[in-house]
């Protein structure tokens, strides 16, 4: 992680979950972090937190809406002289963390799911790729996908609606990304990385409002196996370390004794 070292980092939905834990794991080896979220106040109060030399900055930022995004990376562009590394973490399931039906769900939520999930993490990596094209092209881009981004997890008591087309989506996109940058001859690197469930505020929420269950979701009885953030920060870290020459394309991450798309 050296070479990351003072570069600047980008990170999307930086003020929860895998973001946040994301932000603080790369400013540790010393990156300076920019961390895009709604709520600013808790992606700044993430700077306390950090032990290495590096730093987070949080700028408010509504990915579902393009001004907000192209503001974003022009102040990312004058207060940091551009992006070396972004982490597209943000994600939407449904309003109040229930997934949005493809049977009841409103066309808006919907609307909201795609543009957070797929229309989203496209113009952040346009903008990002754009700046590190002029920073070297030594940049890398990952994608926060999900175990439902490659096969539709089964389950009949709570289907996941439109949310594993949106991750199929980034699958897509990924691989397509790599394409465009390959016909440039670009050294960007493009990682896809696609965990099973993962203990943050998206699967609490779910856990509580649809499962109807409170506690212990790792306990050894629980219905719920779950990873934490810091396995899906530390892929990130793993993938960020590799040598120029390699590029991790697809990291698919699940605790132990669970079936794929359990
Ligand atoms: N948790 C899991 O089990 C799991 C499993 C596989 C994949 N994933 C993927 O991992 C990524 C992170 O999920 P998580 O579990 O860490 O979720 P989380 O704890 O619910 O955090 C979601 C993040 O996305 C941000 N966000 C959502 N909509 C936004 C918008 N319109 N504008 C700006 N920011 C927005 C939120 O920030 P604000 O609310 O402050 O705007 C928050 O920082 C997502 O892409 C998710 O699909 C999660």
């Known amino acids: 992680m050296e070479r990351w070292e003072g570069k600047v ?37 993430l700077n306390n937190a950090v032990k290495g030399r590096g730093t987070i900055r949080g700028l408010r930022c509504d990915l579902t809406n393009e001004e907000d995004i192209l503001a974003a990376f022009r102040w990312i562009q004058n207060s940091f002289g551009g992006v070396d590394v972004l982490v597209n973490s943000a994600g939407f399931i449904g309003n109040k963390t229930v997934p949005a039906s493809l049977l009841s769900g409103s066309s808006n939520e919907w609307r909201s799911v795609l543009d957070t999930n797929v229309v989203a993490v496209s113009i952040c990596t346009r903008e990002a790729v754009k700046s590190m094209r002029r920073r070297g092209d030594n940049g890398h881009i990952i994608h926060i996908n999900s175990l439902a981004g490659h096969k539709v997890p089964f389950f009949p008591s709570t289907p996941l609606g439109i949310y594993p087309a949106s991750k199929h989506a980034v699958t897509a996109l990924t691989e397509s990304l790599r394409i465009e940058l390959m016909a440039l001859k670009s050294r960007i690197k493009v990682t896809s990385i696609s965990p099973g469930s993962v203990d943050t505020e998206m699967t609490r929420t779910f856990a509580t409002n649809v499962l109807g269950i409170k506690d212990q979701l790792n306990g050894e009885q629980s219905y719920f196996k779950q990873l934490l953030p810091e396995d899906v920060s ?11 020459n390699v590029q991790v394309h697809e990291l698919t991450i699940q605790p132990i004794g669970q079936r794929l798309c359990e």
């Open 234 to 244: 530390d892929a990130i870290v793993y993938a960020l370390g590799t040598r120029p």
């Open 9 to 45: 980092a980008v990170v999307t939905g930086a003020s929860a979950g895998i973001g946040a834990t994301t932000a603080l794991a790369l400013a540790d080896h010393g990156m300076r972090v920019v961390g895009l979220a709604r709520r600013q106040h808790k992606i700044q109060e």
